[in-house]
């Protein structure tokens, strides 16, 4: 089992900032996929980036250039560091933690954390 607990989410007006923290605890092995996801009401839940355990990472479009995963792999915390927010950046956003082993997916996900951007 990984239990994931993220942090850092609130209100902020248009343009500003926020960091979220993801602290992952349980059965870590590496090497593993940790990304941020987030739902807005009414929608899909959407990857808004992705980051390996060799410190590879992947954006969605509509965050590239404002936003930055990162993780401190000896403390097991991942980051997401949110630029220049906009309204459309209002959700619930989730931490997940992924290992494939062979044919076996441990998929796990966090409580969520709000993240609403309003002037």
């Known amino acids: 089992q990984v239990q994931l607990v993220e942090s850092g989410g609130g209100l902020v007006q248009p343009g500003e900032s926020l960091r979220l923290s993801c602290k992952a605890s349980?059965?870590?092995?590496?090497?593993?996929?940790m990304g941020w996801y987030r739902q807005a009401p009414g929608k899909q839940r959407e990857l808004v980036a992705s980051?390996?355990?060799?410190?590879?990472?992947n954006y969605a479009d509509s965050v590239k250039g404002r936003f930055a995963i990162s993780r401190d792999n000896a403390k097991n915390t991942l980051y997401l560091q949110m630029n220049s927010l906009k309204p459309e950046d209002t959700a619930v956003y989730y931490c997940?933690?992924?290992?494939?082993?062979?044919?076996?997916?441990?998929?796990?996900w966090g409580q969520g954390t709000q993240v609403t951007v309003s002037s």
């Open positions: 980051i390996s355990t060799g410190g590879g990472t």
């Open positions: 349980g059965n870590i092995f590496s090497p593993n996929l």
């Open positions: 997940n933690y992924k290992r494939v082993v062979g044919r076996e997916v441990n998929d796990y």
